[in-house]
Nanobody
Framework: VQLVESGGGLVQPGGSLRLSCAAS????????MSWYRQAPGKERDLVAT????????TYADSVKDRFTISRDNTKNTVYLQMNSLKPEDTAVYYC????????WGQGTQVTVSS
């Protein structure tokens, strides 16, 4: 099983980034997918979740109306479009797959700074 995140980097406040998470080794379309983030010295927090079929999404209040989670089950990939980024969005972002088992990616760093 592998979850490989990409797309992180350094961006100025107000900018955008699109994270991708490529999955392999399990039946991607059967799993709900989430993005979490962890800032230095803080706990890992849930950012957004999408159901296995993509029909339902949920977001943390702090990112609502700025971030969009989506998935392509033909490509075994989940995305996080992040707009209007703020310095407080700086964190390592992790991809998570969940059903009765749970899998994690290695994380990708997002830094929002001028």
């Amino acid at each position: 099983v592998q979850l490989v995140e990409s797309g992180g980097g350094l961006v100025q406040p107000g900018g955008s980034l699109r994270l991708s998470c490529a999955a392999s080794g399990f039946t991607f379309s059967a799993y709900g997918m989430s993005w979490y983030r962890q800032a230095p010295g803080k706990e890992r927090d849930l950012v957004a979740t999408i159901t296995s079929g993509g029909g339902t999404t949920t977001y943390a209040d702090s990112v609502k109306d700025r971030f969009t989670i989506s998935r392509d089950n033909t490509k075994n990939t989940v995305y996080l479009q992040m707009n209007s980024l703020k310095p407080e969005d700086t964190a390592v972002y992790y991809c998570n797959a969940h059903r009765w088992l749970e899998y994690w990616g290695q994380g990708t760093q997002v830094t929002v700074s001028s």
